[in-house]
């Protein structure tokens, strides 16, 4: 299936809607990473950590999202040095990290996290991902052509 529009952008665009992508990405990530662990964040609130049930292993979870947060930032890294393995990380980074989401979202009772993580809203977080990887190629083109115009001299 062929986006009309995207047929008749620039690859230079292209590479540009791509690069700012993946900044908008990372700095998100990290910027969860800070607010998790030095910030004033709903997740370390008493009263979110009390929503769950006595069974739950709220901490281990939430370690394991900040886990997840920073194989998406390290991926991306390497997607923006055209390392075809971010693409690989950063997509087993993403659902790992929505499938968390989801699992939050059914055992607590918080109404915060009810409302952000409700349905199918977790699925947002695939929306840059997605294109990201259909604009891969076009991240560095200008390096490869040059590259390409080398090797036919």
Known sequence: M??????????????????AMIGILIFYHILKLYNFTLGNDLYSTSDFLNSFNKDFPVSFVMIMQNIFR?????SLVTIFL?????????????????????????????EMIQTLYSDLKPLKGIIFPTF??????????KKQNQLNELKTY
């Not at 393995?85 to 918080?110: D, K, P, R, Y």
């Open 2 to 19: 062929k986006i009309k529009f995207l047929d008749n952008m620039k690859a230079q665009n292209k590479e540009r809607i791509a690069i």
């Open 132 to 141: 990201i990887t259909f604009f891969y190629q076009y991240i560095g083109y």
């Open 70 to 74: 920073g194989i998406i930032i390290v």
């Open 82 to 110: 055209k390392r075809k393995e971010g693409l690989v990380g950063m997509w087993a980074g993403i659902i790992a990290l929505v499938t968390l989401q989801f699992i939050l979202a059914s055992s607590s009772n918080h």
